[in-house]
């Protein structure tokens, strides 16, 4: 907690659930409770959990040139997004190598919202900001409370008129128990579920009700590091696990590019003049490594950091693991050889705790034609 300097409101409500609060990107998280995990995995797959995942940074910005500094830092084209909708995007270096993801949410006719984790952005904005008519405030006020699973619509159907309506990666202005909220149909687990973003002031008392009137349904806290397993399920990468920081290439400095994350799909068809965009075309074909699935011939998970070969060669490293109870299937995203990141390719793991034959495997797991997250009604 030294490096800590952002403090959730929900900080003794985690503490009391056994969390010792984990530095995240500046903030005291609560990575692990004292309970199984595996728990939280199902509940969040068969039911809903609320997680606290405020250690996303909220950045605003607002005035008539934020659609330019937004359309230059991301990949996505701007203009496409109308206030009420958000989209998924990328920011690249002048290498046209991924520094970070992001969302962004257009809340009015010249107002934006940027969320992003622990990569560049806030610097990004800042830096292109600067002398345009963009007022730029980073929002540490601002909560982020994560209501995800197949009841989390049944919930807050009780309570937010509209909320079935609405569309997935689109987001609404209302109340909640009283409180002004604006509630967002996105999130990172690959369920139908809804990021509540409301004021520190009132954070505690809709994670309480939540959790309270919840009870009934399975409604459950969940903590942070549960994403993990979900998103390998989900084919959800987090900044800088996957990546070349975490697993540098010798004599080169740490970059992917977006065909090697598999994110390339960020970039909105035609788009260029965004920062990168001359290089990341240059590296379409270049690939040295891509992101790829593994199921793994095993009853528990691999660990982070586990080796990847093939008759006797290292082709990979796992970059997350994960084991499913409810699938009884071991998994994993590894950053593979492109020979090796082919369905059905066979592979061999060799670990601090495991020794096991395993496959090359598609992404996503579960819910690959995103079915639920995409549901209507």
């Known amino acids: 907690m030294a490096l800590s300097w952002r403090f959730s409101a929900l900080a003794d409500r985690h503490r009391a659930l056994g969390s010792k609060l984990e530095d995240w990107s500046g903030m005291g998280t609560a990575w692990t409770y004292e309970k199984d995990m595996s728990e939280e995995h199902v509940a969040i797959r068969t039911k809903a959990g609320i997680m606290d995942v405020s250690g996303l940074k909220k950045v605003h910005l607002v005035g008539p040139h934020a659609i330019a500094v937004l359309d230059y830092i991301t990949t996505r084209d701007m203009t496409k997004i109308y206030p009420g909708r958000s989209v998924y995007a990328c920011m690249l270096n002048d290498r046209g190598h991924f520094t970070d993801d992001c969302i962004v949410y257009r809340t009015g006719p010249n107002s934006w919202m940027l969320v992003h984790g622990s990569g560049s952005g806030y610097e990004e904005i800042v830096k292109q900001a600067a002398g345009r008519n963009c007022a730029v405030l980073f929002d540490d006020d601002l909560h982020d409370l994560s209501l995800q699973g197949p009841l989390a619509v049944d919930y807050l159907d009780k309570h937010v008129p509209g909320i079935r309506d609405l ?7 209302t109340t909640l128990f009283g409180a002004p909220v604006m509630i967002s149909r996105t999130g990172y687990t690959g369920e139908r579920g809804y990021e509540i973003f409301v004021r520190g002031q009132d954070a505690v ?3 309480d009700r939540i959790l309270s009137e919840g009870k009934e349904m399975g409604i459950i806290p969940c903590c942070f590091s549960v994403l993990d397993m ?4 989900s084919y959800l990468l987090f900044y800088p696990y ?3 920081q975490m697993y540098p290439f010798a004599d080169q400095p ?3 590019s977006l065909w090697e994350l598999g994110l390339d799909f960020t970039v909105s068809p035609g788009k260029a003049g965004f920062r990168g965009a001359e290089e990341h075309a240059r590296l379409k074909g270049k690939e040295r490594f891509k992101i790829f699935g593994m199921l793994i011939d095993a009853d528990g998970p691999a660990d982070l950091g586990d080796e990847v070969y093939a008759e006797d060669r290292k082709v990979g490293v796992i970059t997350c693991p994960s084991y499913s109870t409810l699938t009884k299937k071991s998994m994993a995203i590894a950053r593979l050889d492109v020979d090796k990141a082919v369905q059905g390719a066979k592979l061999e793991v060799r670990g601090k705790n495991l020794d096991a034959r395993a496959i090359a495997h598609t992404l996503t797991f579960d819910d690959p034609e995103k079915k639920k997250r995409t549901a209507v009604g």
């Open 230 to 233: 979900l998103r390998v399920e």
């Open 254 to 256: 740490p970059g992917d």
């Open 205 to 207: 008392m809709v994670w």
């Open 242 to 244: 996957d990546n070349s």
């Open 167 to 173: 569309k997935y990666f689109h987001h609404m202005q």
